[in-house]
């Protein structure tokens, strides 16, 4: 009888162990996981892009947001 009743107590307990490991995933997934590529729109000032021409850039990416974006300038010889 008394083993009976140790097995029933078991039961809910690997249940709620389940259910947390199950969320755990669920949460983790939902951190880690990689959105679309961000919307880049690159407008020079005017037509011709020299070396002193203003140049405007928009970086979007609407479901996660941006944490971070960084520029480097190269100049080729």
Same mark, same amino acid.
């Not at 949460?27 to 011709?48: C, K, T």
């Given at each position: @009888?008394?083993?009976?009743?140790e097995?029933?107590?078991?039961?809910? &307990?690997?249940?709620?162990?389940?259910?947390?490991?199950?969320?755990?995933?669920?949460?983790? @997934?939902?951190?880690?996981?990689?959105?679309?590529?961000? #919307?880049?729109?690159i407008?020079?000032?005017?037509?011709?892009?020299?070396?002193? &021409?203003?140049? &405007?850039?928009?970086?979007?990416?609407?479901?996660?947001?941006?944490?971070?974006?960084? +520029?480097s +300038?190269?100049? #080729?010889?």
């Amino acid at each position: @009888m008394k083993d009976l009743v140790e097995q029933r107590s078991l039961r809910p &307990t690997a249940v709620l162990i389940l259910l947390v490991v199950a969320v755990l995933v669920w949460v983790g @997934m939902e951190l880690l996981r990689v959105g679309p590529p961000p #919307e880049i729109v690159i407008r020079p000032a005017i037509a011709f892009i020299g070396k002193r &021409t203003p140049v &405007t850039v928009e970086i979007a990416e609407p479901r996660r947001g941006l944490s971070y974006v960084g +520029s480097s +300038s190269c100049r #080729e010889i």
